[in-house]
């Protein structure tokens, strides 16, 4: 079963109000990370101090089910998300977010233009290469736009590797994924182009503002 299936599954199980808790896992099936997508239907704590630093134009890489782009709506604010999900950009739509289906290594609307990038609930791991993905999303701004991308917390261990996806009872086919924890995210995005500005805690979650 691919990843993006079971990811689908648990979005639909967590919009009906069921749950939608899975896991990473290593290939001996040893859990790596814990993922609710309950988490991201509504806005939760922390999203906040995301929300008030986002400037101009706002690109939401791998949106899911569109939280934060909705609410940018609603205040009038430019911005798009983008998922590779079908069933994240469901119910992005249904949301009121503007959302394309589609993959951020691919070509986007504006690149070159957008003010803000957002990689939140861990979308550094997007790939499996954080260099290459902020890079990517160097790429992707305008001259003086920001990164802004949720961490691991301090002390936690930065890595990449193969890893599947286990959702009530099934396990995926292995991606690749990443994490970066707070400690090192000045050395990763030195190396992809992009100086670290700031880094901030808020409700337990840690963040980090970086410029191109």
């Known amino acids: ?16 109000g069921a749950r939608g808790r899975a896991d990473l896992v290593d290939a001996a099936g040893a859990r790596i990370a814990h993922l609710d997508a309950t988490l991201w ?6 999203d906040a101090g995301v929300l008030d630093r986002c400037l101009g134009s706002i690109l939401d890489v791998g949106c ?7 609410e940018l709506a609603r205040a009038g604010r430019p911005a798009l998300g983008v998922d590779l999900s079908a069933e994240a950009v469901r119910q992005a739509r ?24 957002l990689l939140v609930d861990g979308n550094i791991g997007i790939g499996g290469d954080p260099h ?4 990517r999303c160097a790429g992707l701004l305008r001259r003086g736009g920001v990164v802004l991308a949720e961490l691991r917390a301090p002390g936690e261990r930065t890595w990449s590797g193969q890893v599947n996806l286990r959702y009530a009872c099934h ?23 992009l100086q670290m500005d700031s880094a ?3 409700a337990g979650r ?4 970086l410029s191109a």
């Open 1 to 16: 079963m691919t990843p993006l299936h079971l990811y689908g599954q648990a979005l639909r199980s967590a919009a009906g």
């Open 41 to 46: 239907i509504e806005l939760r704590p922390g």
């Open 64 to 70: 899911g089910p569109g939280r934060l782009a909705a």
């Open 94 to 117: 249904r949301r009121g977010a503007a959302v394309m289906h589609g993959d951020v290594f691919a070509p986007l609307p504006a690149e070159g233009h957008w003010q803000t990038v």
């Open 132 to 135: 290459r993905l902020l890079h």
């Open 171 to 193: 396990v995926s086919t292995p991606f690749r994924w990443a994490h970066v924890a707070i400690d090192d995210a000045e050395a990763v995005s030195r190396r992809a182009g």
């Open 200 to 202: 901030w805690s808020e």
């Open 206 to 209: 840690w963040f980090a503002q």
